[in-house]
């Protein structure tokens, strides 16, 4: 149950990271890059795929056998 709180705490940080980004896209802000907020979200993608792998592998979470 805990894989759960923390892959969708994970999924919370992505889009606030999407959405500091856009702010700053947005405010065309040359002071701060927008960069850094996006590779925290692409960085933040490939933990929540590791850690599904190793869930899965683990037998902590189980996929759907029948994907219908």
Do not use: C, H, W
Not at 36 to 49: C, D, E, F, N, Q
């Amino acid at each position: 149950m805990i894989i759960k709180f923390v892959i969708g705490g994970l999924l919370i940080f992505m889009i606030v990271s999407l959405f500091q980004a856009m702010l700053i896209m947005i405010r065309n802000d040359k002071s701060k890059s927008m960069t850094k907020y996006i590779g925290r979200r692409v960085l933040t993608s490939a933990i929540i795929v590791i850690i599904m792998l190793l869930a899965v592998a683990t037998g902590l979470i189980e996929p759907n056998p029948k994907p219908y």
